[in-house]
């Protein structure tokens, strides 16, 4: 068994079985080559390491390159780890830790302080995550709330608010760079990243809400309304943004990633059901001599659209 890069490939094809027996992801070599060319993250890294065995990919650990931002209002470069897969039949075999390894080798050679990882600690491979140093770094409040639409003729009051025809980009910046003021983690962004982001998740501008002083970004699956962040800079925009999207729902209202505490209370105060642990999180392991709250404190903040 060797393992190689995903640029030194021949067979990329043979991620497709792996990926999709450990997330569900199915895709062709010509999608996700044209992920990895849109994808600021990926692009100018190994995008990963493979273990091989003959021609056939049994093992894979994603790496891409994150920005961050510290107590010391710096840009912080640290590592990204993602789609950790091991076939099920070669489990068991260090195969996983054999790439972890290598990830943590291409992130000190870059100079990185930390490493970061989204995952889940009711998954087998939180506890290898743990033997590696990593960290709970963020657990990620949630909010729920079903909604009621009333009966017969009775129709929901929409609130006013800015069409977006097209999406400005600035405007949006501008409001999310003011509310990320004092957060430190995932919340250096640009046109460009906002840009990824929005081709990602699939989103145009009917999924966006934008008021003067705060915007919201929402999906809807089967009658259940998704918000997948809400940046604003006071209680009562917030408010107007939440009275925006439940009007929009046809049954339940979720968001699953509430780490700014403001929203949080506001959903809390409006009668949300909320819960301030969940299973899912960010892990971050540190590289060199150096604790995660001495560079990030307790103020470590992302969203849905930062997912990796």
Known sequence: MKI???HELDEKETLIPLMDQAFRWIFTPEQLERNIKKDARLRGTPVGYAAVEGSRVVGFVGVMDLR???LEGETE???GVWGVATLPSHVKRKIATNLMKKAHEYFREKGYRFAFLCTSRVIVAYALYRKFGYIDAASFPSAYKLVT???GKHKTKHVAGKKTASLDWNKILEIYNKFSIGKTGLVIRDKQYLEMVRKREHLRSTNFIVLEDGYAVFKKNRGILEVVEIAANSKETTKKLLAMLEAKAKTVICDRMV????TFDVYKALGYHVERESHDLIMAAPLENVEFEQVY?????MT????F
């Open 68 to 70: 961050t931002r510290n």
């Open 259 to 262: 780490l700014d505490s403001i």
């Open 4 to 6: 190689l890069t995903y």
């Open 77 to 79: 470069p640290v590592g």
């Open 149 to 151: 639409k009333p009966k």
């Open 297 to 301: 404190g307790d103020k470590f903040h």
């Open 304 to 307: 849905n659209l930062d997912l």
